[in-house]
């Protein structure tokens, strides 16, 4: 099953994500991935995978912090 039959397998999108490139000040390039639903939710990796699962840390500590 590919990724993207999975996610809907599981139901339907709460988040929806933009990925960009960038050249760090090391001149290694990162990826990040941002939510366009919640704009202050971003992660930072090496690939996209890393960028996604920084991103997903991310939504855990933003619930946490609001007491969901």
């Known amino acids: ?5 999975q996610a809907f397998a ?8 933009q990925l960009s490139s960038f050249e760090d ?3 290694r390039v990162r ?4 939510s366009r639903n919640y704009p202050g939710i971003k992660g930072i ?3 996209e995978q890393h960028a ?3 991103a997903q ?3 855990a500590t933003a619930a ?3 007491g969901i």
């Open 10 to 17: 599981t139901g339907p999108q709460k988040f929806s994500w």
């Open 45 to 47: 990796g090496e690939d």
């Open 31 to 34: 990826v990040m991935c941002e």
């Open 64 to 66: 946490e912090k609001a």
């Open 1 to 5: 099953m590919s990724r993207r039959s």
């Open 25 to 27: 000040g090391d001149g």
């Open 52 to 54: 996604i699962r920084a």
């Open 57 to 59: 840390v991310a939504i």
